[in-house]
């Protein structure tokens, strides 16, 4: 049988090599499931303390755990790794809060918060990134479908379930969103099956 310290460094090569978050389900089948669930996430906690002081920590999203540069030592990096991020446009940031905190949300919904019509080309660049998905659809004439974000859109913020987007009030500061009345939080465990990246992968 393993020590706890040699399933720690099982669990850090794993997890260093991997090319995306993994479940505590998938790292249990390491050890043919003969460790437990808790035992392995106490460890796991225990691991992301011992970098807690290194540049790459270890972080637990809505896919699983990862290492992952810190977002502080990005600047550093790109100087010998330049990537141009992204640009979005004012209408593709609108449209992905409004379905981030209004969710499930229709075509139509946003067009009403928005007071503008959306285009196709809005909601292909989003489904395109893979931060929204169709979950479904409205039984209304038409039967619209229903738009919410994706495991993706929370793995590239960092983040483990819906409760932790920051809140209403500090993106209002930065997009004209006053008419978004908050949503009831939805979580999204990190164990469980089914949104621009704030912070880069190590792995």
Not at 97 to 112: L, N, W
Not at 146 to 164: C, I, P, V, W
Request: glycine residues 4%; charged residues 30%; aromatic residues 4%.
């Amino acid at each position: 049988m393993l020590s706890p310290n040699e399933i720690k460094i099982v669990l850090e090569a794993a997890l260093l090599a991997a090319q995306e978050p993994l479940q505590v389900a998938e790292l249990r089948k390491m050890f043919d499931d003969e460790i437990d669930a808790d035992t392995l996430r106490m460890l796991l906690e225990e691991l992301r303390e011992a970098w807690v002081d290194r540049g790459v920590e270890l972080v637990v999203t809505a896919s699983g755990w990862r290492f992952q540069t810190k977002a502080s030592l990005q600047r550093f990096l790109e100087r010998i790794h330049p990537e141009r991020a992204p640009r979005y446009s004012r209408a593709v940031l609108e449209t992905l809060a409004i379905v981030a905190y209004r969710q499930p949300v229709t075509r139509g919904d946003i067009e009403e918060i928005r007071g503008v019509s959306v285009s196709t080309e809005v909601m292909r660049r989003l489904e395109e990134r893979n931060w929204i998905e169709v979950l479904g659809h409205k039984e209304v004439p038409g039967r619209p479908a229903l738009y919410g974000t994706t495991k993706t859109f929370l793995d590239d913020l960092g983040l483990r379930s819906l409760e932790e987007l920051p809140p209403l009030e500090d993106i209002v500061k930065s997009l004209d969103l006053t008419q978004i009345p908050t949503p009831a939080p939805q979580s999204a465990e990190p164990e469980a099956a089914p949104a621009e990246t704030a912070q880069t992968s190590a792995a």
